[in-house]
């Protein structure tokens, strides 16, 4: 049985610029654990979840995403590589294959949000996978996965459709 002041309360829905900070505060939150030591990616999902909320806080802006691992999977640092509109023209495989061994990176993850999914935007990132395996592998870092994100497909890892 509910008391009279339950029956009387009014649920308000949440204000968008609260929900903001949450995501905000849950951004801070998560990369605070990926700098940690004990932070280890142990399988697609949990790099699902971080990726999902940390590409959300983009609000629908397409970019390029990193997660620089140790030898163990450990979590070095992550690095928004690019915001805005991306083009395969000026990409440069150089300021990944930097950035990694700056940190000294022995694995990498990545992820590409893009608004509109399908299938030429599969290709591309195919083909753009390509290019930073090659790279990275010319000095022995490994593409552990690469993941696209969007509201079509979700979070889509190439590694667990064997792609990589």
Known sequence: MSNHSERGSVTRLPNPSDDNAIVRQALEILEARSRMPEWYVQNADDVKQYLRLRLAAEHGRECMFVLFLDARDGVIDTDLLYQGGFDLGTFK??????????????????????????????????????????????????VRDYFLVSNEVGVYSFYEHGRI
């Open 93 to 142: 495989s150089r300021v990944v294959v930097q950035r990694a061994l700056a940190c000294n990176a022995t694995g990498v993850v990545f992820a590409h949000n893009q608004t509109d999914g399908g299938e030429a935007w599969g290709r591309t990132d195919q083909y753009l996978l390509s290019r930073l395996i090659n790279a990275l592998g010319l000095v022995d870092i490994t």
